[in-house]
């Protein structure tokens, strides 16, 4: 338990620098704004209060922000994103799943589930991110492009992520 | 603090939800193009340390493009020496021209350039900001204009001690003044909000004739920029819904992908022509 809480935390602030100095350096095009931090959010474990995970998502927007000289902007994306991530597990996710397993991971839920889990999550984010950005409606077919393909492009990064990341005893992915 | 939080968590989500999220927007609204990087300023100096270290490892990757753009702006300055001394009699000076004072003048001359290197450079947000690392103990000021080899990069918006950032030509709140290189005749300069390469020429009067291909250089009216810096040529005509003007699309010189070396303009006599504005 101490070890998975140590690992969480060593998550946050490598997600943090990985997302500063790596992935917002990757920019395909001008649809294309792939986000990998939320990643962090995803993981959280199942016991977590939702009052922590939005402090969490709120925290880790904010850092993001500062860096990237949006106030505001990622930690909007990043709470909205929290506060879905709630139903989104009650409704995907089984009782007993949610009693016996330790967090919403690739290993724990096996790869389709972990997809469309973090396929609609990362649309939450993205969808909040590029409105606020535009702040307006005029820009919607624009807005609703930008959110398909970082959406597809974050997803794509995070199951990179997690496959690198697997434990050696676990790389058989049929739970 | 712990009473407010056992309250909220045993109250509902959703009251956090919303406190957090208006309190995001709240920070979004708030940040206005010049007051926007009031707060960033605080993590101006730790960021900028940061965003160097990581930028001096990508100009690794990018020295031999590097060393050829120096090497022609070298060879330019070079050219433009040898003219400026022929002419020299004549008392014009490449730079700022448009204003000839007594030959003492190459002393302290109209304008000048501190070079800077660009640490942090965004095209794809709507809102573009430039971070170059060049401060308040290099003489950087609010204001002052950022040129590149090949044309207008921005106008600084923030100074720390260590480090500056520039309002990108890409930002709406950014209006150039322009001026047709054949004709003279002055037009504003915007971006067209979409794509880093494109702007927009506004405020062109109809009877102009305007062509593919003609030049859009600054005037220097804003003591920001000096005059005759290269901003881009015409790409198309739009299609406007005012009948007085016309609007054209232009390709910026600058390609804002690729930034890395810019100067800094500082202009010599901005607090004396300021003044006379005022009344």
């Keep these: 338990m101490y070890n998975k809480f140590f690992a969480d935390i060593m998550r946050f602030m490598a997600l943090i620098l990985f997302q500063l100095f790596i992935v917002d350096n990757i920019r395909l095009g001008y649809y294309i704004h792939p986000v990998v931090y939320i990643l962090f959010i995803l993981l959280m474990p199942y016991n977590a209060q939702r009052w922590q995970v939005m402090l969490a998502a709120f925290g880790m927007g904010m850092i993001i922000d500062l860096f990237s000289g949006t106030p505001g902007l990622n930690a909007a994306a990043a709470v909205a994103t929290s506060y879905v991530r709630h139903f989104v597990i009650v409704i995907m996710t089984r009782k007993s799943d949610l009693e016996e397993k330790y967090n919403p991971s690739l290993v724990e839920m096996g790869f389709t589930w972990f997809f469309t889990y973090s396929s609609i999550l990362l649309c939450v984010y993205n969808l909040v991110y590029f409105m606020l950005e535009a702040f307006s409606f005029k820009l919607l077919n624009i807005i609703l492009l930008q959110t398909l393909f970082s959406t597809l492009s974050s997803v794509a990064l995070i199951l990179l992520i997690m496959l690198l990341f697997i434990p050696k005893s676990n790389l058989t992915l049929n739970k | ?279």
């Design chain 2, 1 to 279: 603090m712990f009473n407010i939080l056992k309250f909220l968590k045993r109250y509902n989500p959703i009251l956090l939800f919303v406190i957090l999220e208006v309190l995001s927007i709240v920070m979004i609204v708030n940040s206005q193009p010049y007051h926007k990087r009031k707060m960033v300023n605080v993590s101006n100096e730790m960021s900028g340390k940061l965003f160097e270290l990581t930028s001096q490892c990508n100009a690794y990757f990018h020295l031999k493009e590097e060393n050829d753009r120096l090497s022609a702006t070298n060879a330019m300055l070079m050219n433009m020496l040898g003219a400026a001394d022929v002419v020299n009699d004549s008392v014009t000076t490449v730079w700022g021209n448009g204003i000839q004072l007594s030959d003492s003048l190459s002393r302290n001359s109209f304008y000048c350039f501190i070079p800077a290197h660009v640490i942090d450079n965004d095209i794809y947000n709507i809102h573009n900001y430039i971070l170059l690392d060049k401060g308040s103990k290099d003489g950087i000021e609010i204001d002052m204009g950022v040129i590149s080899d090949n044309g207008i990069v921005g106008t600084v918006s923030n100074v720390s001690r260590n480090y500056s950032s520039v309002i990108s030509v890409l930002n709406p709140y950014t209006v150039v003044s322009a001026m047709f290189k054949d004709n003279k005749h002055l037009a504003n300069v915007k971006w067209d909000n979409m794509d880093y390469r494109f702007g927009v020429v506004e405020d062109i009067p109809s009877h102009l004739v305007i062509n593919k291909g003609d030049t859009l250089l600054t005037s220097g009216f804003s003591g920001s920029y000096p005059p005759d810096i290269m901003i881009g040529e015409v790409e198309d005509i739009l299609p406007s819904d005012n009948e007085d003007f016309t609007r054209a699309r232009i390709r910026f010189s600058t390609n804002f992908s690729t930034l890395r070396n810019v100067y800094i303009v500082k202009n010599n006599f901005k607090q004396e022509l300021d003044s006379l504005k005022i009344y």
